[in-house]
């Protein structure tokens, strides 16, 4: 049976396993990567997020030969950021860097200038600015869409979730967010509350969840030019069956515009795509 991750699925769930609810120590996070890293589900994990404020403390925790690559959460403010490049370990390959640019009902527009000016700072990292799914949001993208014309290596991200029920977008909006995305062909980052493949309530906060595998069936659908009813009627299927079948007929391509999502857990998204046959490997649940 192979071991190989398909393409779709290929660095889908970057390892976010410092945040919460997870909340593990830097050194059991990294002794949890390096696993990750080496095993037959490897090309499934992207890179290990840390806040920018721990980036200090990895360096004591490496060997002498390791490399490891990382992406950046911004707990600090944006123009700290800046400085990253030249004050970064040389193991230590930043991958990517996320930052709020807005707390939730602000005009994201301000935050986003100071962000949009970071991809000079950095060699080949990309940046992703989380946008919050309020007013100001559409200005935003087009703000993004229009500094990735002019070859800045900059995208969006999204929440999904949280510790409240209005953390979590309704599918209608989701599905928006995916199409203006679409529109601009701009690509973008999810987080918080993927943990499963299919749209599921938590038995223990009562939150519906949005399943990945209905975001990628969902950008799939997008992709091709569906109206947003359309996407929030994917996003919303609970009935695994039609939302397999469009992912398999997918195993081999590129995700389209959706770019992955970080999780607390890279095990609970592997088991879910192994129970419903999406991928094949050495885990058996």
């Not at 999204?158 to 203006?180: K, Q, S």
């Not at 987080?191 to 975001?215: K, M, Q, S, W, Y």
């Amino acid at each position: 049976m192979s071991t190989q991750v398909p393409r779709l699925f290929d660095g889908l769930v970057d390892d976010a396993a410092v945040f919460p609810p997870g909340n593990a120590t830097l050194p059991d996070a990294l002794a949890a990567h390096r696993r990750h890293r080496t095993a037959w589900y490897a090309d499934l994990v992207g890179p290990l997020l840390l806040p920018a404020s721990a980036l200090a403390d990895l360096p004591a925790l490496l060997g002498a030969q390791e490399r490891i690559e990382v992406g950046v959460i911004g707990d600090v403010p944006i123009p700290d950021l800046y400085p990253l490049r030249d004050r970064v370990d040389p193991r230590i390959r930043i991958r990517q860097v996320e930052a709020a640019v807005a707390k939730r009902g602000e005009d994201p527009l301000p935050g986003l200038a100071a962000l949009a000016g970071l991809p000079a700072h950095l060699d080949d990292a990309d940046v992703y600015a989380e946008i919050p799914l309020t007013w100001g949001l559409l200005g935003a993208l087009d703000r993004l869409a229009g500094e990735r014309a002019a070859g800045k290596r900059i995208a969006a991200k999204f929440r999904t979730g949280g510790l409240a029920a209005e953390l979590f977008p309704t599918p209608v909006e989701l599905a928006a967010v995916i199409g203006a995305c679409r529109d601009r062909n701009l690509p973008f980052k999810l987080t918080a509350g993927l943990h499963h493949a299919i749209r599921h309530i938590d038995p223990e906060t009562g939150f519906t969840h949005h399943g990945f595998v209905n975001v990628l069936a969902g950008a799939a659908v997008a992709q091709t030019g569906a109206e947003v009813a359309e996407v929030a009627e994917v996003l919303a299927a609970t009935d695994p069956l039609p939302l397999v079948e469009t992912a398999r007929s997918r195993r081999d391509q590129a995700r389209p515009l959706w770019i992955g999502f970080g999780s607390c857990s890279v095990m609970e998204p592997l088991i879910d795509l192994v129970r419903l046959g999406l991928v094949n490997g050495g885990y058996q649940p």
